[in-house]
T-cell receptor, first 116, second 112 residues
Framework: GAGVSQSPSNKVTEKGKDVELRCDPI?????LYWYRQSLGQGLEFLIY????????KSGLPSDRFSAERTGGSVSTLTIQRTQQEDSAVYLC??????????????FGPGTRLTVT | DAKTTQPPSMDCAEGRAANLPCNHS???????VYWYRQIHSQGPQYIIH???NNETNEMASLIITEDRKSSTLILPHATLRDTAVYYC?????????????FGTGTRLKVLA
C-alpha cells in the first residue's frame, strides 16, 4: 500500500517568509510525528499528534513553529518568519496507536527546507 | 529521556558481518531499543527492536546485554547496499503512544 508522503520534496525560501510543509500519513495510522534533521545530525523530535490533537509539543524549537492535523489524516507544519537555522530536512512519520510491544514508525522521504 | 551513544563511523568488508555497538546506560526498564537505518536522501527504515532478549529477523540480529546498558546490531553478511547511517533509538512513552529519541547514528560504509 501507499507509504507516508510529504510535499514539497524541496523548498527554498527567503529569510523572513512563512512556509508550510505537508504530510500524508499511511491510511489508518492515527499517530503522526514530525522530526527535524539538520545537516549531519540525527533526528530531533518536534511534535506528535494523536488523532487531531497534539499531546506532546515538547520538541517545537520556538513559537514560530506550529502544526495542525485535520480529519485525523493530513498534517501541516508551519514555520513563520523563517531563519537560516531552520534549514533542515523535515521528516514525518506515522504509526498505529497504542502501547503494545510491537510498534513501528513509518517515515516519509522528508522535505528539504533551505532558507536563504 | 534515555539517550544513546554510537561510534560516528565504521567500515566493513563486503560479505563480512557488521557489528554496530550502542550504549544506552540510562535506559529504563520498560523502554525498548530500536534500530533504524537511513540511506542517503531517504527516510529512516525500520530494522529491528528488542527489550531484553536477543532478537533476529531477516535483516539483522540484535544482541542486548543482560544489564540492558548496551546492545549490538549485527548484519550477518554485509552488502554494498547496506551502506547507510544506522540509528540506535530508545523508545519512550508519551501521552498514549511513544516517541523515538534518536542519537547521531553510525555511518556504516561497506567496502567492496
Amino acid at each position: 500500500g501507499a507509504g507516508v508522503s510529504q510535499s514539497p520534496s524541496n523548498k527554498v525560501t527567503e529569510k523572513g517568509k512563512d512556509v508550510e510543509l505537508r504530510c500524508d500519513p499511511i491510511s489508518g495510522h492515527t499517530a503522526l510525528y514530525w522530526y527535524r534533521q539538520s545537516l549531519g545530525q540525527g533526528l530531533e523530535f518536534l511534535i506528535y499528534f494523536q488523532g487531531n490533537s497534539a499531546p506532546d509539543k515538547s520538541g517545537l524549537p520556538s513559537d514560530r513553529f506550529s502544526a495542525e492535523r485535520t480529519g485525523g489524516s493530513v498534517s501541516t507544519l508551519t514555520i513563520q518568519r523563517t531563519q537560516q537555522e531552520d534549514s533542515a530536512v523535515y521528516l514525518c512519520a506515522s504509526s498505529v496507536m497504542g502501547q503494545g510491544a510491537y510498534y513501528e514508525q513509518y517515515f516519509g522521504p522528508g522535505t528539504r527546507l533551505t532558507v536563504t | 529521556d534515555a539517550k544513546t551513544t554510537q561510534p560516528p563511523s565504521m567500515d566493513c568488508a563486503e560479505g563480512r558481518a557488521a557489528n554496530l555497538p550502542c550504549n544506552h546506560s540510562t535506559i529504563s526498564g520498560n523502554e525498548y531499543v530500536y534500530w533504524y537505518r537511513q540511506i542517503h536522501s531517504q527516510g529512516p527504515q525500520y530494522i529491528i527492536h528488542g527489550l531484553k532478549n536477543n532478537e533476529t529477523n531477516e535483516m539483522a540480529s540484535l544482541i542486548i546485554t543482560e544489564d540492558r546498558k548496551s546492545s549490538t546490531l549485527i548484519l550477518p553478511h554485509a552488502t554494498l547496499r547496506d551502506t547507510a547511517v544506522y540509528y540506535c533509538i530508545v523508545r519512550v512513552a508519551t501521552s498514549g503512544t511513544y516517541k523515538y529519541i534518536f542519537g547521531t547514528g553510525t555511518r556504516l560504509k561497506v567496502l567492496a
